[in-house]
């Protein structure tokens, strides 16, 4: 078994040990995050931010068990286009 594995393995433990704290966690983080942004923006785009922050709650929380599997194998993330990264 690789460090990587090994790492991954003792990951997972964990999630599935304390999961709630976790949740708790991310949550906050990205509650913190979320305010920032519509401070920084003088509340132009609140809704963007909470659609950001709905997407981002759903990939790093543990309310769904597809979404690591989906992100390590790079389903079920949209790119979007050059002309969106780029603009």
């Known amino acids: 078994m690789s460090m990587f594995d090994d790492a ?16 708790e966690i991310s949550d906050s983080g990205l509650d913190r995050a979320s305010e920032a942004a519509g401070s920084a923006t003088g ?33 079920g993330v949209d790119a979007g286009s050059q002309e969106d990264q780029q603009g």
Do not use: L, P
Not at 47 to 59: F, K, N, P, T
């Open 8 to 23: 991954k393995n003792q990951a997972q433990k964990a999630m599935e040990e304390h999961g709630d704290q976790v949740e």
């Open 43 to 75: 509340g132009r785009f609140d809704e963007q931010i909470q659609q950001g922050r709905a997407m981002a709650d759903e990939r790093f929380g543990n309310n769904g068990d597809t979404s690591s599997q989906e992100s390590a194998s790079g389903e």
